[in-house]
């Protein structure tokens, strides 16, 4: 599953749209332990950049991030060298924001809404969050998108993207082009939208 790369920064609109979403933890395999916001309002690196710093593996995956021990399941986090006494206080400060937190093997991992974890992220929702509930915001989002240092194809895919434009199996349909199958050509599970392709699809 595709992820947002800390947060979405676009023209310094800053934390304003990553943020918004966070996740709720299942078998925690697309899910990074320091850069996805997943525990609280913010992504663990930002609330303890000390800790992130002594981290041996900064991109660690949840599920890499532990071990099960009789049934429950034990946190194990390595560090690069011996901790001093205050950042061994952090380490604890740490251990308690993600006390009680446990992966779920059998069960997906999915995006939420911060404000509200019963809506689930969307490609569909969030153009209607940008586009509606802070149009303000959108203007700048848009007017600021294209003044972004990449390649023009890159600024030509995500635009894409956030209009749903993209040439989906799912997009091919509604235009009447006819198609053998609609689902994922990569998992072969789901059927191939713009959500599913950039931020659902799961190939072990």
């Not at 525990?39 to 071990?67: E, T």
């Not at 993600?98 to 974890?117: A, F, I, Q, R, Y």
């Not at 203007?139 to 600024?155: D, E, G, Q, T, V």
């Not at 609609?182 to 392709?197: A, S």
Request: net charge negative; with cysteine; proline share 1%.
């Amino acid at each position: 599953m595709e992820r947002f790369e800390g947060d979405l920064d676009v023209g310094g609109l800053g934390r304003t749209f990553g943020n918004r979403f966070k996740w709720v933890v299942g078998n925690g395999r697309e899910v990074f332990f320091w850069k996805d916001n997943w525990v609280g309002f913010s992504d663990l690196k930002s609330r303890f950049p000390r800790l992130f710093s002594l981290s041996v593996v900064k991109d660690a995956k949840l599920f890499r991030c532990g071990d099960w021990v009789n049934n429950i399941w034990v946190w194990n986090l390595i560090w690069r060298s011996g901790l001093f006494e205050w950042e061994e206080n952090q380490v604890s400060q740490l251990l308690e924001e993600v006390h009680g937190l446990s992966l779920v093997m059998e069960k997906e991992n999915k995006w939420v809404w911060n404000d509200d974890e019963s809506i689930e992220y969307s490609v569909n929702f969030a153009y209607s969050f940008l586009r509606g509930e802070e149009e303000g915001l959108a203007k700048r989002l848009y007017s600021s998108f294209w003044m972004i240092k990449a390649l023009p194809s890159a600024h030509v895919t995500a635009w894409r993207v956030l209009e749903n434009k993209l040439a989906t199996k799912v997009n091919l349909e509604r235009h009447e082009v006819e198609l053998e199958s609609i689902l994922c050509y990569l998992c072969g599970v789901n059927e191939l939208t713009t959500n599913h392709l950039f931020f659902g699809c799961r190939i072990d």
